[in-house]
Structures are given as structure tokens and as C-alpha cells.
């Protein structure tokens, strides 16, 4: 049973327009959330975060927005580059070990 | 040398092959995770270490034997391992109780 959903595999954008990611999860116990962003042939890079408590996050160029009563969080990336093009990954947490829970992805292409 | 670093970055082994894959953490974190990347499918734990102990394993088959020596070690033993189990292999660390996890740039295992 799939916990964190990316219903959307793929996403293109247009360069300088902005990218809208999303993410659904099930399990209200989640209480911290995370994107990652991943290139081929490497491992996930961590990108922004955002705790239950509040309902948005910025680092620079990426936010991320939490809305708790629709279990929804997206991530937006304005203005979009080519250098973004990679893979998003959605991930929750809710235990102390700090295991994730992960969406199966969203790939992302920039165009010029 | 900082971050996770995992070894091989690729490996092809036989069904009736032993190996093992090392991951090395430098940034003082005390939890360890071993996740799997099958195509199109989100990573799926596999194991958890914490302090050194396993605290988590997600039914994993037993051909695959998960060691953690010191907080900055953890293997993953091969035995007999079937097709199907080709993927990429990520390591990952974190605090206890922190939720960022880092990842390594994954092993690329195939299996024939």
C-alpha cells in the first residue's frame, strides 16, 4: 500500500516558466516531508523540507507548501532552468528513525 | 572525503555468486539505510540501522544479509540472488531522530 503518491510521472516546462510538483499521502502520522532531487546515475539529492507545523518553506528559487487537512503538499520551482531536468521525488517521515516513505517520482524537462 | 560513498557503482554477478556492497558515511550520522530502486517503482526501504543495531527490516528476503560494524559502515551481503533483484541499491545516513537523510550515489546491480 502506496503511502506518498506522484500521480503525475512527468512534467515539461517551458525555461524561466515556473514547475508545479505534486504529492498526496495517506497516513496521517507523517509529520515532516522532503524533496529530493535525483540525476541518472547518482543518488537522491535533498532539496527543501517542510515540517507539520507549518504550511510553507522557501529556499531561493524552490517552496513547498503543505496543506495537512488534504494530506497535499507541491513543490514549486520558479523560475524553471534547464539544470532543474531531473527526477522529483516526494518522501514523508513519521517515526523517530527518520525512515522515508517515497512517491515514485516525477520527471521533470526543462526546454529552452 | 565528505557524504556517502558507496562501492561498486556498478556489479553484474551470477544467480549462484556471492558479493557484497559497501556504503561509507563521513558525516558523523548515526543511522544507516539500505533502500532499492526498481524501475518506475519508488525506493523501497530495506533496512535500518540505528546506533549500529537493526531496527527495521522490511521482509526482506534472507539472500540478501544487511552488516553494520561501526556507525560509519554498512555492507549488504549477496547470496543466490535472482533476476528480479536487479536494481539500483542506495545507501543512505542520518541522525537519529533527524529526518534528512543523504544519500550515495547507489549501486547499479545486475543480476543474470
Known amino acids: 500500500d502506496q503511502q506518498v503518491k506522484q500521480n503525475s510521472p512527468s512534467l515539461s516546462v517551458q525555461e524561466g516558466r515556473i514547475s508545479i510538483l505534486n504529492c498526496d499521502y495517506t497516513?496521517?502520522?507523517?509529520?515532516?516531508f522532503l524533496w529530493y532531487k535525483k540525476y541518472p546515475a547518482e543518488g537522491p539529492t535533498f532539496l527543501i523540507s517542510?515540517?507539520?507545523?507549518?504550511d510553507k518553506n522557501e529556499d531561493g528559487r524552490f517552496t513547498v507548501f503543505l496543506n495537512k487537512s488534504a494530506k497535499h503538499l507541491s513543490l514549486h520551482i520558479v523560475p524553471s532552468q534547464p539544470g532543474d531536468s531531473a527526477v522529483y521525488f516526494c518522501?514523508?517521515?513519521?517515526?523517530?528513525?527518520?525512515?522515508?516513505?517515497f512517491g515514485a517520482g516525477t520527471q521533470v524537462v526543462v526546454t529552452p | 572525503e565528505t557524504g556517502v560513498t558507496q562501492t561498486p557503482r556498478h556489479l553484474v554477478m551470477g544467480m549462484t555468486n556471492k558479493k557484497s556492497l559497501k556504503c561509507e558515511q563521513h558525516?558523523?550520522?548515526?543511522?544507516m539505510y539500505w533502500y532499492k530502486q526498481s524501475a518506475k517503482k519508488p525506493l523501497e526501504l530495506m533496512f535500518v540501522?540505528?546506533?549500529?543495531?537493526?531496527?527495521e527490516n522490511n521482509s526482506v528476503p534472507s539472500r540478501f544479509s544487511p552488516e553494520c560494524p561501526n556507525s560509519s559502515h554498512l555492507f549488504l551481503h549477496l547470496h543466490t540472488l535472482q533476476p528480479e533483484d536487479s536494481a539500483l541499491y542506495l545507501c543512505?545516513?542520518?541522525?537519529?531522530?533527524?529526518?534528512?537523510?543523504?544519500f550515495g550515489q547507489g549501486t547499479r546491480l545486475t543480476v543474470v
Open positions: 540501522y540505528s546506533l549500529e543495531e537493526r531496527v
Open positions: 558525516l558523523g550520522h548515526n543511522a
Open positions: 517542510i515540517s507539520s507545523i507549518k
Open positions: 518522501a514523508a517521515s513519521g517515526d523517530s528513525w527518520g525512515k522515508l516513505q
Open positions: 543512505a545516513s542520518s541522525q537519529v531522530r533527524g529526518y534528512e537523510a543523504f
Open positions: 497516513n496521517s502520522m507523517f509529520d515532516y
